[in-house]
């Protein structure tokens, strides 16, 4: 068999057999191996190689070696290796560090809408937690004062930030209890999403494990697995309001896992833990000798009178790195506004924290512009509190959402307590769902409107999909009835 790479050994062995993707997947499911639909269309598309575990299933149900396709792989990779070299010959391949990192909030089912809109499709984009083209703007103030700030911030900052946005975040963490942090634990950057990809390259070695919950915001498993560590999926009780289930959690913890990570309130299902929550998480972290990393980047987008807590604050003796922004709170996720705060253990840290300052010189500095607002951000009026109380806006459409669903026959969801994401339930066997990325495709198909499903977010069976109720009442209830009369006759 020519071997150009394992896209093609895949698709000359299905086809060998007779096999699609589906039949790939059910022989797999038969053989008592699951194999998502999404990993698998990467495999065959060639975008993404398989770990050695699926190789292996994919080896068996194709009944060939699994060395056959790792020497597949390596064709691939090799391509062109000793040959002559000729111009616009080559393909550029990207590097193996990608192989199983997934990013499905923007993965294949949202390319598929970017398609059809450039086909002259109008798309109702209930994906992504954006929420300024949804008529969420700025609070005023804060626009103003980057203007009057701009000519300022021509320069790089220093590599942690500006002293004034780090005095505000460092007054913020006392305010939430956060013991012990000095302006030097203090780090801004571009989002809350630079520094999580940053922390997780300071602190991973090939094959250390990091407790990631299931479902999560997937850039937590996508940076886990692009810094060479492996992401353990801890489970989120759905029975129990979607908190963590600590049982879980202990049996997964190994000699390898280094850290836990939290991302409280929750995205995507809006679950806000109470003290007793982070009490279970914070004993295990410390019998486990666990470095605690928390995403609390909706932290003050919680409602009906839930208070959050920062788990650092009941950690002084753990070391802590607690994550926020303003992209959320202050509906400036273009402003790439974030930062992260180390506290408690510092001590036992040094070492790692060694690396993340390096990791931070070498990215020079955070978007000074999105610095200088920090501090008028973080105090004064807070205009979402606004929008989280009755007849406001985030609060009125999350009640909307979140009855609409409920009454849809075979729909079931949790009241979510904060943020902007709803996670809801579908009863699989009424509709016979075997795949949420195809529910997710046929959805968009038929009634232009574009869901995340569960899969994207780390989530093991394919029951859930996740709804962004950031547009107003009147678009979100013409949503909720199209996809009421989808499911009418929905069978998969
Ligand atoms: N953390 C969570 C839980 C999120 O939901 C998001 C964005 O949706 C981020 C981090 C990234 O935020 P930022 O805009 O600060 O990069």
Same mark, same amino acid.
């Given at each position: 068999?020519?071997?150009? /790479?394992?896209?093609?050994?895949?698709?000359?062995?299905?086809?060998?057999?007779?096999?699609?993707?589906?039949?790939?997947?059910?022989?797999?499911?038969?053989?008592?191996?699951?194999?998502?639909?999404?990993?698998?269309?990467?495999?065959?598309?060639?975008?993404?190689?398989?770990?050695?575990? &699926?190789?292996?299933?994919?080896?068996?149900?194709?009944?060939?070696?699994?060395?056959?396709?790792?020497a597949?792989?390596?064709?691939?990779?090799?391509?062109?290796?000793?040959?002559?070299?000729t111009?616009?010959?080559?393909?550029?391949?990207?590097?193996?560090?990608?192989?199983?990192?997934?990013?499905?909030?923007?993965?294949?089912?949202?390319?598929? &809408?970017?398609?059809?809109? !450039?086909?002259?499709?109008?798309?109702?984009?209930?994906?992504?937690?954006?929420?300024?083209?949804?008529?969420?703007?700025?609070?005023?103030?804060?626009?103003?004062?980057?203007?009057?700030?701009?000519?300022?911030?021509?320069?790089?900052?220093?590599?942690? /930030?500006?002293?004034?946005?780090? #005095?505000?975040?460092?007054?913020?963490?006392?305010?939430?209890?956060?013991?012990?942090v000095?302006?030097?634990?203090?780090?801004?950057?571009?989002? +809350?999403?630079?520094?999580?990809?940053?922390?997780?390259?300071?602190?991973?070695?090939?094959?250390?494990?990091?407790?990631?919950?299931?479902?999560?915001?997937?850039?937590?498993?996508?940076?886990?697995?692009l810094?060479g560590?492996?992401?353990?999926?801890?489970?989120?009780d759905?029975?129990?309001?979607?908190?963590?289930?600590?049982?879980?959690?202990?049996?997964?913890?190994?000699?390898?896992?280094?850290?836990?990570?939290?991302? @409280?309130?929750? @995205?995507?299902?809006?679950?806000?833990?109470?003290?007793?929550v982070l009490?279970?998480?914070?004993?295990?972290?410390?019998?486990?000798?666990?470095?605690?990393?928390?995403?609390?980047?909706?932290?003050?987008?919680?409602m009906?009178?839930?208070?959050?807590?920062?788990i650092?604050?009941?950690?002084?003796?753990?070391?802590?790195?607690?994550?926020?922004?303003?992209?959320?709170?202050?509906?400036?996720?273009?402003?790439?506004?974030?930062?992260?705060?180390?506290?408690?253990? #510092?001590?036992?840290?040094r070492?790692?924290?060694?690396?993340?300052?390096?990791l931070?010189?070498?990215?020079?500095?955070?978007?000074?512009?999105?610095?200088?607002i +920090?501090?008028?951000?973080?105090?004064?009026?807070?205009?979402?509190?606004?929008?989280?109380?009755?007849?406001? !806006?985030?609060y009125?459409?999350?009640n909307?959402?979140?009855?609409?669903?409920?009454?849809?026959? /075979? +729909?079931s969801?949790?009241?979510?307590?904060?943020?902007?994401?709803?996670?809801p #339930?579908?009863?699989?066997?009424?509709?016979?769902?075997?795949?949420?990325?195809?529910?997710?495709f046929?959805?968009?198909?038929?009634? #232009?409107?574009?869901? +995340?499903?569960? !899969?994207?977010?780390?989530?093991?069976k394919?029951?859930?999909?996740?709804?962004?109720?950031?547009?107003?009442?009147?678009?979100?209830?013409?949503?909720?009835?199209k996809?009421?009369?989808?499911?009418?006759h929905?069978?998969?």
């Open positions: 068999m020519e071997s150009t /790479g394992l896209s093609d050994t895949l698709r000359q062995l299905m086809e060998a057999r007779g096999l699609t993707q589906a039949g790939l997947i059910q022989q797999a499911a038969a053989m008592g191996y699951s194999l998502g639909k999404s990993q698998v269309s990467q495999y065959v598309s060639g975008k993404v190689l398989p770990r050695r575990d &699926a190789m292996e299933v994919l080896a068996q149900v194709l009944g060939v070696e699994a060395d056959v396709l790792a597949a792989c390596e064709g691939g990779r090799d391509e062109g290796r000793g040959q002559e070299r111009a616009g010959m080559g393909q550029i391949k990207k590097s193996r560090k990608l192989d199983n990192v997934l990013y499905d909030v923007r993965g294949p089912v949202v390319e598929e &809408a970017e398609r059809m809109e !450039r086909a002259g499709a109008s798309i109702l984009k209930l994906n992504i937690g954006n929420p300024a083209p949804f008529g969420f703007r700025a609070p005023d103030e804060v626009v103003f004062d980057m203007a009057d700030q701009l000519v300022d911030c021509e320069g790089y900052s220093s590599s942690k /930030g500006l002293f004034s946005a780090r #005095k505000a975040i460092m007054q913020y963490s006392q305010i939430k209890g956060i013991p012990s000095t302006i030097d634990d203090v780090y801004t950057g571009n989002g +809350v999403s630079e520094l999580i990809n940053l922390c997780m390259s300071a602190l991973l070695d090939s094959g250390d494990e990091v407790l990631v919950p299931s479902p999560d915001y997937p850039l937590w498993t996508a940076c886990v697995t810094a560590g492996t992401p353990v999926h801890y489970v989120c759905e029975e129990a309001g979607w908190y963590p289930d600590m049982d879980d959690i202990r049996s997964k913890i190994t000699r390898r896992t280094k850290a836990l990570v939290i991302i @409280n309130p929750n @995205n995507p299902t809006g679950a806000v833990y109470p003290r007793e009490q279970q998480l914070v004993d295990i972290a410390r019998e486990f000798d666990l470095a605690v990393f928390s995403d609390e980047i909706y932290d003050r987008l919680c009906d009178g839930c208070e959050h807590i920062s650092a604050s009941m950690a002084p003796d753990l070391f802590c790195v607690t994550f926020s922004g303003l992209s959320k709170s202050h509906m400036v996720a273009g402003y790439r506004v974030g930062w992260m705060v180390l506290s408690g253990n #510092k001590a036992r840290a070492d790692y924290i060694l690396g993340l300052n390096m931070c010189n070498m990215r020079m500095c955070s978007n000074v512009p999105g610095q200088s +920090v501090q008028t951000s973080l105090w004064g009026h807070q205009s979402v509190n606004d929008y989280i109380v009755p007849g406001g !806006r985030i009125d459409q999350r909307f959402v979140y009855e609409a669903l409920n009454a849809i026959p /075979g +729909v969801a949790v009241k979510p307590s904060a943020a902007f994401y709803i996670f #339930k579908l009863d699989v066997r009424r509709f016979n769902i075997t795949d949420d990325e195809r529910f997710a046929d959805l968009l198909h038929e009634t #232009k409107i574009l869901v +995340v499903p569960g !899969r994207g977010f780390n989530w093991a394919p029951d859930h999909f996740r709804v962004v109720y950031l547009p107003r009442i009147e678009d979100l209830s013409v949503a909720v009835r996809l009421e009369a989808f499911l009418a929905y069978r998969q």
